[in-house]
C-alpha cells in the first residue's frame, strides 16, 4: 500500500505532532530522511512476527478487560489500528495498541492491521508514551515511569517533557516525585487504593516510616484527601520522640553524614535504605525489595 501523504496533525501532544508532521514540514532535514521520519503505511501484519515494545508505558493489564475486549474484536474487527516500527524483513516491534494486540491474540486472529512507522529509540519511547497517554487510562505510576525515562533516557529536563506531552512543569514534577514513595504506596496507587491526591500528600513527608503510617490510616480509616492534608501537616510541625532525642544529643559529623546520605538514597530509591559504617568509613549499604516487581523497579534506577 503507498504512503499516505495526507497525514493529519495530531494536537493531543505537542511532541506527537513534531513527530507526525509531514514530510514537507519538517526543516533541517533532506528528502530521505524527512520520508523516513514519517512513513505510515497499513499493512495486515502476522501477529506472531510483532514483538512486545520495551518503551511500552503500561505495565498492568485488567485480565476481564482484555476478554471484553477481545469478544468486541472477535465480532466486530479491529476498528483502530496498532502501530509499529520495522526492524527486519518479517520482524517488527510494537509502538502503541498492546492492548489490542493481546486482545486480538486472546480472540484467535492470525493478522492484525497496524500502521507502519521508521523510528529511532528515542522516537519510540516518545511516540509510545504520549499516543498511550492520550489513548489509555495510564495509572499515575506508569505515567510517572513513562516520565521518568523521557526525562533520563532523551535527556529532557521537565519543562521540555512538559512541552513534549502538553503539561505544564508542575504536573510533570507532581508526578515524577511519586517514584520517590515507597513500594507499598506506589502499589496502593496503582491498583486505586489510594488517589492522587493522597499520594502528594503523604510525598510531603521524609520519612518512610511516616508514609507508611499515613497508607495505613487512610485504609483504615477512609480518610479523605483534605483529611490526609490535614494529617501530614499535624505530622510535620509535630516533633516525634526521635527528633527530641536527636536534638538533646547532637549526632558526630560522621553520623550526620550517614544519615543524610541514607535519607537521600531512601527518597532516590522509594524504599527503606540502611546504611552502615565504622570509623573508617567501612560498610554496607542494604537496599530491600518486596517483590520481584519492585526488584525490577529498583534495578531500572541503577540503570541494569
Known amino acids: 500500500m503507498s504512503n499516505n501523504n495526507n497525514i493529519k496533525r495530531n494536537a493531543l501532544g505537542r511532541g506527537l505532532g513534531a513527530l507526525l508532521k509531514d514530510a514537507d514540514s519538517v526543516k533541517g532535514k533532506n528528502t530521505a530522511e524527512a520520508v523516513a521520519a514519517v512513513t505510515s503505511n497499513l ?12 518503551y511500552q508505558p503500561r505495565s498492568h493489564f485488567n485480565d476481564e478487560a482484555l476478554k471484553e475486549l477481545s469478544e468486541s474484536i472477535k465480532i466486530q474487527g479491529i476498528i483502530q489500528p496498532i502501530t509499529v516500527r520495522q526492524l527486519a524483513p518479517n520482524q517488527f516491534q510494537l509502538i502503541s495498541g498492546e492492548r489490542r494486540l493481546r486482545a486480538s491474540k486472546l480472540a484467535g486472529l492470525t493478522k492484525i492491521p497496524a500502521y507502519i512507522r521508521t523510528a529511532n529509540d528515542q522516537q519510540m519511547l ?17 505515567i510517572a515511569i513513562s516520565y521518568q525515562r523521557m526525562i533520563t533516557e532523551c535527556n529532557l529536563k521537565q519543562e521540555e517533557l512538559g512541552d513534549r506531552v502538553g503539561k505544564n512543569r508542575s504536573t510533570v514534577t507532581n508526578y515524577v516525585r511519586l517514584l520517590k514513595l515507597p513500594p507499598d504506596i506506589q502499589v496502593a496507587l496503582r491498583d486505586n487504593d489510594i488517589t492522587m491526591g493522597h499520594a502528594r500528600s503523604i510525598v510531603g513527608l521524609e520519612k518512610v516510616e511516616q508514609q507508611l503510617y499515613v497508607l495505613n490510616k487512610i485504609k483504615s480509616e477512609e480518610l479523605s484527601v483534605r483529611a490526609v492534608e490535614e494529617l501530614v501537616r499535624n505530622m510535620q510541625n509535630k516533633p516525634t520522640a526521635t527528633d527530641s532525642k536527636t536534638e538533646t544529643k547532637p549526632a558526630s559529623a560522621a553520623n550526620a553524614e550517614i544519615t543524610s546520605l541514607q535519607n537521600k538514597l531512601t527518597s532516590h530509591f522509594g524504599t527503606k535504605i540502611q546504611v552502615k559504617s565504622d570509623k573508617q568509613f567501612k560498610g554496607e549499604i542494604k537496599i530491600p525489595f518486596v517483590s520481584a516487581e519492585d526488584l525490577n523497579r529498583i534495578l531500572e534506577i541503577l540503570n541494569f
Open 43 to 54: 499493512n495486515e501484519i502476522p501477529v506472531d512476527q510483532i514483538e512486545v515494545n520495551n
Open 126 to 142: 516518545e511516540m509510545a508514551l504520549i499516543e498511550n497517554i492520550q489513548r489509555e487510562n495510564l495509572n499515575p505510576i506508569e
